[in-house]
């Protein structure tokens, strides 16, 4: 039986404390890269890999996130009546009409593992990815159709095991990430291997690779009852990671390389960054970048 993908958790409850004041009274999530909100990059990117519903766990002062990808009558009239067509369409069509949006609130900060949980409901009986909204994962391929989110639920389709999305990073940097542990296998860019252990933000010297977890996920729906039953872990928050950890005893889970750019744009550098890589991709925009720079007269 062909096994299908339709539904996709963002959990876009978090504060977003290391970009304020900036995300004071917007959410982080709503902050631009280049020509739109890193949300809505995010949002395409698991449309792109035929997700049919999107699930926003949120919390109260983030409604604005809702707002974005619902109509905005006044706004779309007052366009209408000046003959601004283009932005019209850009305004009427951040998603497709057939894809269905809907949230639930996560009304305490408990962790990914808890967000996640908070959509069970509307997950149903599925499974399910998860998508952070602070990465952005931009491949090296633009014009590709088919780019690391969409290949990754490739391999879930054809093996019918978890896939969890990682990135070869610095091995300084591994107390940051959730860590995957291969067995000492070799992993090369889109193919997917059995994960032996999950470690969440390990020492260095505990830390059994530099292969990062990066925030993309497709987990059967029988991780929900593993986070039902899983205890607060680092941080004292519920994580996705150690409830992962379990369901690789009992079904197995495999880990996905990719080799895209990735930005974490929940941090100033990551964000800056993550600016300018999109812009760099623009020809016009590539052009006053390199002048600014200093690379042309
Ligand atoms: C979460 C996950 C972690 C992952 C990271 C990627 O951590 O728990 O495993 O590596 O996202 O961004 P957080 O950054 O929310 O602390």
């Not at 296998?185 to 997917?192: I, L, M």
């Not at 895209?260 to 812009?279: P, R, Y």
């Amino acid at each position: 039986m062909p096994r299908r993908l339709r539904k996709a958790v963002i959990p876009v409850a978090g504060l977003g404390t290391r970009m304020l004041p900036a995300t004071k009274a917007i959410p982080k999530e709503l902050l631009p890269i280049y020509d739109k909100p890193i949300i809505e990059h995010v949002v395409h990117e698991a449309i792109d890999a035929g997700i049919e519903e999107i699930i926003l766990v949120t919390r109260s002062g983030k409604e604005a996130i809702e707002n974005h990808f619902d109509a905005n009558y006044e706004l779309e009239h007052r366009l209408e009546k000046k003959g601004k067509k283009i932005i019209l369409k850009k305004v009427k069509n951040i998603i497709p009409p057939e894809i269905i949006l809907s949230s639930v609130r996560q009304n305490d900060a408990l962790g990914l593992g808890h967000a996640v949980l908070c959509a069970k409901r509307l997950i149903g009986d599925e499974p399910f990815a998860v998508l952070l909204p602070d990465v952005l994962v931009l491949d090296k391929d633009v014009e590709a159709s088919d780019k690391s989110f969409s290949k990754m639920v490739k391999a879930w389709e054809s093996s019918g095991l978890g896939q969890i999305m990682v990135e070869q990073i610095d091995p300084t940097l591994v107390e940051n990430y959730g860590i995957v542990d291969l067995s000492n296998k070799a992993s090369k860019p889109f193919e997917s291997i059995p994960i032996k252990n999950l470690l969440e933000k390990p020492n260095k010297q505990d830390a059994p690779s530099d292969l990062a977890v990066l925030g993309r996920y497709v987990l059967p729906n029988s991780v929900l009852d593993i986070l039902t039953k899983t205890g607060p872990g680092i941080g004292g928050e519920i994580q996705l990671t150690d409830a992962l950890d379990t369901l690789i005893s009992f079904e197995g889970l495999n880990s996905f390389e990719t080799n895209a750019e990735v930005f974490d744009c929940g941090s100033q550098q990551g964000f800056l960054i993550a600016n300018l890589a999109m812009g760099m991709r623009d020809k016009n925009t590539r052009q006053h970048i390199m002048k600014f720079l200093g690379f042309l007269e």
